[in-house]
């Protein structure tokens, strides 16, 4: 099992940047794929971004291939997600999954999630 807390979220201007943390708690942290969701208010849920348990390998949405970067230090368990170039329809909550399958993973199909973070971007 996998704890997630995001955190990093805040207001931002368009065409700023961000770089959101996800710590996550439990011996497996690095078996597990991680990854990026969002839901903005009203929304359906965004896939955004994942890794996979080594960081060999990443996934990314067409909408934020360039702006976004995923990445990962298992040495300190920890998921990072950098953003750039931020706009106004990035606004939403963010969040960080972990699953064992990394098909599961590409399709935003995670087992545990946090909170979240809440990333604000004005125009």
């Known amino acids: 099992q996998v704890q997630v807390v995001e955190s990093g979220g805040g207001l931002v201007q368009a065409g700023g940047s961000l770089r959101l943390s996800c710590a996550a708690a439990g011996r497996t942290f690095s078996s597990y794929a991680m990854g990026w969701f969002r839901q903005g208010s009203g929304k359906e849920r965004d896939c955004l971004a994942a890794?996979?348990?080594?960081?060999?390998?990443?996934y990314y949405a067409d909408s934020v291939k360039g702006r976004f970067t995923i990445s990962r230090d298992n040495a300190k368990n920890t998921v990072y997600l950098e953003m750039h170039s931020l706009k106004p329809d990035d606004t939403a909550i963010y969040y960080c999954?972990?699953?064992?399958?990394?098909?599961?993973?590409?399709?935003?199909?995670?087992?545990?999630w946090g909170q979240g973070t809440q990333v604000t971007v004005s125009s």
């Open positions: 999954g972990a699953v064992l399958r990394w098909s599961r993973a590409t399709r935003c199909d995670y087992d545990y």
């Open positions: 890794i996979t348990f080594s960081g060999g390998s990443t």
